[in-house]
C-alpha cells in the first residue's frame, strides 16, 4: 500500500478557502493527510482515516522572495499550535492547518482583522502578477491581432502565428477572472469586515482555469502538428528550447527555495533571481546563436538543402529544384533548362501560402527572365477580402508620402481572359506594369511577370491553367 | 483597515489590551479573553498574531521580553488611552439606553 500520492492540483483559487478546506477534509476522512502543495501537484501521506478541520490562512508579511521560515512566521505558526492548529502544508505565505476537534475556535476571529490580513497577501503576493500576466497577454493578443489586420496572408499561413493569440487568450482571462473575482470580493469583504460581520466566501474560477490548462493543450498539440512543416534540425532545436524553457524554470525555482530555506534575506534572493534569469537567458540565446551559427550550410535547420551550388564572381549561388506550378515554359518558349526553381510553401488551418520563384543561373545569359509569384489557397471563405486587400495595400502603402502622380496602385481588369472573379493590373505612377493580382473563389495570386513581356489572353489562359487548379 | 484604524476598538481589540495591562506572551493572552469573559469571547491565532503586530506598530503596546520565540508584551500609555476612550464610548452607549428605556431589559 502506497505510504504517499500525488493529487494534480484541484485547481482551486488560493482565495477561495471553504472549497480547499472542504477538499483536504474529504481528503483526510478517506485517510490521506495533505502534506505538500506546490502549483501543479499535491502530495499527500497516508493516515488513519480521521474527521479533521482544515483552515487556510495567509501569512501577509511572506512573500514568495521571503526566507522561510522567518522567527515571525513561527511566532504565527506557534499561536496556531497554541490553539490546536497543526500546519499541514505551506506554499509562501499560504498556511494550511488542520485541527482534532470538530469545532475549533477558528484561526480568524476578526473580520476586520482578516480582511486587512487578505488583502496585505494579494497586494503583496498575487497582483503584481495579475495585473502583470493580464497586461502582457493583452498586449500580446493585440499584437497578433494587429499583424493579422496588417499583413494576413504572412500572418494567418504560419501555423504558430496563426494560434499565437489562442496561446495568451487563456492567460488573459484567467488574470481577468482573477481580478474581477478578488476586487468583487473586496468590495462585498469591506462592507462584511465594518459590520463585524463574516467575510463572504470568495469562489474561485475554477472551471475557467480547467478549460484553460485544457486549451493550453490543446494549442500545444497545434504547435507541435504546425512543427512538422519544419525540417528535422528545426523540430530538434524547438524541442530543445522548450527543454531548455523547463530547465530553466525548475533551476530558478529550485535555486529560490534553497535560499529561502538558507534564511538569505529577501533582496540578495531577489539580486541572485534576476541575476541567474538573465545569466540563464543569455547563456541560451548564446548557445542557440552558436548552434545555428556552426550549422548554418549544413543544410540540418533548413527546410529542405539546395540541389547544388555554383561559384559565380567569387560566391557560392544555391540552386533549388522545387516543384512549381507555373513555370516559364508555360508562357514562352525556351530551349533553357538550367532553371533554379524554388517554392517556400507555408500551410495552417485556415491558408496554404506559397511564394514561388523561377531563375536562370547568373552570368549564363542575360535575356533570359525571371518569373516571381505568390498563389494564396482559401480555406475559409471569409478571409477572400482580407487577403486581397494584404496585396492591394502593400503595392499602395507608401501612396500617402508621394504627389498623386506618382503613385502606385492596383486597377481593375477584365477578368475573363483569366477565367477570375477580379483580376488587378498593378500601374505605376500611372504606367502599367507586368505584376497582376488574380482572385479566383478559392484563391488568389500575384504574378510578376518579365517586364518586358507583353501580357496577352493567352498569358493569362496559361496562368490560369497553371495556377487555378494547383495544390500547396 | 476595514474601518478608521482604531477609531473604535473591535471586541477582541478591547479584550486584547484589557489582558495586557500585565506582562503577557502571545499564547497566554489568548487563554486569557477566554477566562475573563468566561469563553463568551475566543480569540483566534491568526488574529491575535495580526492584532499584536498592529497594536505594536501603533505603540499601543510593547515588547517587554524575547525568550527564544516567546515574546511578552505590555500595553503603553497609548494603548491605555485608547482603552479607556473605548469605554467611555461604551459608557455613553449604555447611558444612552438606560435614559431612553430606564435601564429596562427588553
Known amino acids: 500500500m502506497n505510504k504517499h500520492k500525488w493529487e494534480i492540483s484541484p485547481m482551486y483559487g488560493l482565495l477561495d478557502r471553504s472549497s480547499v478546506a472542504a477538499h483536504l477534509e474529504t481528503m483526510a476522512a478517506k485517510g490521506w493527510m495533505l502534506e505538500k502543495i506546490g502549483t501543479f501537484f499535491w502530495k499527500y501521506r497516508r493516515i ?30 506557534d499561536y496556531c499550535a497554541a490553539a490546536g492548529w497543526q500546519l499541514a502544508a505551506a506554499l509562501g505565505a499560504v498556511q494550511i492547518f488542520f485541527h482534532e476537534d470538530s469545532e475549533p475556535v477558528p484561526i480568524e476571529t476578526d473580520p476586520a482583522a482578516e480582511y486587512d490580513n487578505i488583502c496585505q497577501f494579494m497586494k503583496k503576493s498575487c497582483l503584481a502578477g495579475y495585473w502583470t500576466i493580464g497586461a502582457l497577454s493583452l498586449y500580446q493578443i493585440l499584437f497578433q491581432l494587429w499583424r493579422i489586420w496588417t499583413r494576413p496572408v504572412e500572418t494567418l499561413s504560419n501555423g504558430y502565428s496563426a494560434i499565437a493569440a489562442l496561446i495568451w487568450l487563456p492567460m488573459a482571462l484567467l488574470s481577468a477572472a482573477e481580478l474581477v473575482v478578488y476586487y468583487r470580493w473586496k468590495k462585498r469583504a469591506k462592507a462584511a469586515a465594518e459590520s463585524d460581520c463574516p467575510l463572504p466566501e470568495m469562489r474561485s474560477a475554477r472551471k475557467l482555469s480547467i478549460l484553460s490548462l485544457v486549451w493550453s493543450g490543446l494549442v500545444l498539440l497545434l504547435l507541435l502538428f504546425s512543427a512538422f512543416q519544419y525540417s528535422r534540425g528545426m ?112 500551410v495552417s488551418p485556415l491558408l496554404a501560402h506559397g511564394v514561388f520563384s523561377q531563375r536562370p543561373r547568373l552570368g549564363e545569359s542575360k535575356d533570359l527572365p525571371d518569373l516571381d509569384y505568390e498563389l494564396v489557397i482559401l480555406k475559409a471563405p471569409f478571409l477572400y477580402d482580407l487577403c486581397k486587400q494584404d496585396y492591394i495595400h502593400w503595392l499602395e502603402r507608401d501612396n500617402d508620402k508621394v504627389p498623386p502622380d506618382y503613385r502606385d496602385e492596383y486597377r481593375s481588369i477584365d477578368p475573363a481572359p483569366w477565367g477570375a472573379q477580379e483580376v488587378y493590373q498593378a500601374f505605376y505612377a500611372g504606367e502599367a506594369g507586368n505584376r497582376f493580382l488574380i482572385c479566383w473563389q478559392d484563391r488568389i495570386a500575384e504574378v510578376d511577370f518579365p517586364w518586358k513581356w507583353t501580357v496577352t489572353a493567352e498569358t493569362a489562359a496559361a496562368v490560369s491553367a497553371a495556377l487555378k487548379g494547383a495544390a500547396l | 483597515m476595514a474601518r ?85 464610548r461604551l459608557q455613553t452607549l449604555t447611558a444612552d439606553y438606560e435614559s431612553l428605556t430606564g435601564g429596562a431589559h427588553p
Open chain 1, 235 to 346: 523540430q530538434l532545436l524547438l524541442l530543445g528550447m522548450l527543454a531548455y524553457m523547463a530547465l530553466m524554470g525548475l533551476l530558478l525555482s529550485s535555486a529560490l527555495d534553497a535560499l529561502r530555506h538558507l534564511r538569505t534575506p529577501r533582496w540578495v534572493n531577489l539580486a541572485v533571481t534576476c541575476a541567474l534569469t538573465i545569466a540563464l537567458m543569455v547563456g541560451g540565446m548564446a548557445g542557440l546563436l552558436a548552434l545555428v551559427l556552426r550549422n548554418s550550410g549544413s543544410g540540418w535547420l533548413e527546410e529542405r538543402p539546395p540541389a547544388e551550388t555554383y561559384e559565380y564572381h567569387g560566391r557560392i549561388w544555391e540552386v533549388y529544384d522545387d516543384p512549381i506550378p507555373l513555370r516559364i515554359e508555360d508562357l514562352a518558349d525556351t530551349d533553357y533548362d538550367r532553371w533554379s526553381t524554388e517554392a517556400q510553401i507555408s
Open chain 1, 48 to 77: 488513519e482515516p480521521k474527521a479533521l478541520r482544515f483552515s487556510v490562512t495567509f501569512f501577509s508579511a511572506v512573500t514568495p522572495l521571503s526566507p522561510e521560515p522567518t522567527d515571525a512566521m513561527e511566532t504565527y505558526r
Open chain 2, 4 to 88: 478608521e484604524k482604531f477609531q473604535t476598538l473591535t471586541e477582541q481589540m478591547f479584550y486584547i489590551l484589557l489582558c495586557l495591562r500585565q506582562e503577557l506572551c502571545g499564547t497566554d493572552v489568548m487563554t486569557h479573553v477566554k477566562e475573563l469573559t468566561h469563553g463568551r469571547v475566543s480569540v483566534g491565532p491568526g488574529t491575535l498574531y495580526n492584532l499584536l503586530e498592529s497594536f505594536l506598530q501603533a505603540g499601543y503596546i510593547r515588547e517587554t521580553k524575547v525568550e527564544g520565540r516567546k515574546r511578552s508584551y505590555l500595553i503603553t500609555q497609548a494603548g491605555q488611552q485608547a482603552l479607556e476612550e473605548e469605554y467611555r
